[in-house]
């Protein structure tokens, strides 16, 4: 059974960073897609950042530069290192997996399979 576990949320002041954790267990596949998404209620999931097995990454336009995705295969975990926050970065943040079929991770957030419990971010200015 897959189970992934965020940490790594809070309180935060602008321009403050934080270091969210998603530590994942039960995968029995070795081609994967794991992504990370934020969610403001009343709208829908949006992609933050996605990592393959092959350590491919991609973050969103919206947030390149300033975010950055990244997993350490000998803990199962991915990180998503959030620096020079901002107010409009106030979310919660899951993080989500799936089976990978072919060579990318072009999914909408319907498309994943396995979901974390969340990790609320809060930033104020």
């Known amino acids: 059974q897959v189970e992934l576990v965020e940490s790594g949320g809070g309180s935060v002041q602008a321009g403050e960073s934080l270091r969210l954790s998603c530590a994942a267990s039960?995968?029995?596949?070795?081609?994967?897609?794991i992504a990370w998404f934020r969610q403001v209620p009343g709208e829908e999931r949006e992609r933050v950042a996605v990592?393959?097995?092959?350590?491919?990454?991609t973050v969103e336009d919206s947030r390149k530069g300033r975010f950055s995705i990244s997993k350490d295969n000998a803990n199962s975990t991915v990180y998503l290192q959030m620096n020079s926050l901002e107010p409009e970065d106030t979310a919660m943040y899951y993080c989500?997996?799936?089976?990978?079929?072919?060579?990318?991770?072009?999914?909408?957030?319907?498309?994943?399979?396995?979901w974390g419990q969340g990790t609320q971010v809060t930033v104020s200015s």
């Open positions: 990592i393959d097995d092959d350590d491919s990454k």
């Open positions: 989500a997996s799936r089976f990978k079929f072919g060579r990318h991770c072009d999914y909408l957030w319907r498309d994943y399979v396995y």
């Open positions: 039960g995968h029995t596949y070795s081609h994967y897609c």
